[in-house]
């Protein structure tokens, strides 16, 4: 009876962490990233520059209020910041808030996209084909199964940078409704400048189209380097 009581309450937590996240991504507007929002970022885990603790110092000194390391294939930053955070007894529970992240590669009407995983339990069975380092094969490459892996482990599903792909982002941003994903990552500086800004004519069309399926809009500087305030 205790266990079961446990799954109950570990499973009503995971259903309130989807709500507050949701209510996060729904605030999200153009200006959001990079000082205050950013979902996407990557650590020495994948390929990126900075190890996961001095991203979660660079967050605090920046004053982010929420971000996600989606590292390709893997969700150990969000592991080692886990238990860091506990071994230090530091009970941020405002800002900055680190929320669970990862970035897989998978098929989208046969083109070859990355989808991100946000908000999810880092623990799911579901996530077990993702979270090894390397890129799934057969059936779990098929994006259709990715969001429903992200879903069952209660995350959010988040087409990634979609105007960097071979089709058009109008048909994938269709396909990705109709595979019932939650959001686009809509604003994205696809020039790489230095001082991150959206790209506005890109972003601005992708945001009307995410709209119009009724699609969320996220933001990230998709950080490889040594500043989450650029890619």
Not at 22 to 46: A, D, E, Q, R, V
Not at 132 to 149: C, F, M, Q, Y
Not at 187 to 193: I, L, S, T, V
Not at 207 to 215: E, G, I, T, V
């Amino acid at each position: 009876m205790e266990e079961e009581q446990k799954t109950i309450d570990l499973i009503n937590m995971s259903d309130i962490n989807s709500a507050q996240l949701l209510k996060i991504i729904k605030s999200i507007t153009k200006t959001s990233c990079p000082n205050s929002i950013n979902f996407h970022i990557h650590s020495t885990y994948s390929d990126g520059s900075l190890t996961a603790k001095e991203i979660y110092y660079q967050a605090i000194e920046l004053n982010i209020e929420h971000y996600a390391i989606t590292d390709h294939h893997s969700v150990d930053a969000y592991i080692e910041l886990s238990e860091f955070n506990e071994s230090t007894n530091n009970s941020r529970l405002k800002f900055p808030k680190l929320w669970s992240g990862i970035e897989i590669t998978c098929l989208l009407k046969g083109c070859l996209v990355h989808v991100l995983g946000l908000g999810f339990d880092y623990k799911s069975k579901y996530l077990l084909p993702y979270v090894d380092h390397k890129s799934a094969i057969g059936n779990e490459l098929l994006a259709s199964t990715v969001v429903d892996s992200i879903h069952k482990a209660k995350g959010i599903a988040v087409l990634a940078h979609p105007a960097r792909y071979k089709l058009p982002f109008d048909l994938l941003i269709n396909e990705a409704s109709n595979l019932k994903f939650d959001a686009v990552e809509t604003w994205y500086n696809y020039e790489r400048a230095h001082n991150w800004i959206p790209s506005e004519f890109v972003c601005d069309k992708i945001f009307d189209c995410a709209n119009s399926y009724s699609l969320l809009s996220t933001c990230g500087t998709d950080s490889h380097g040594l500043s989450l305030l650029r890619r």
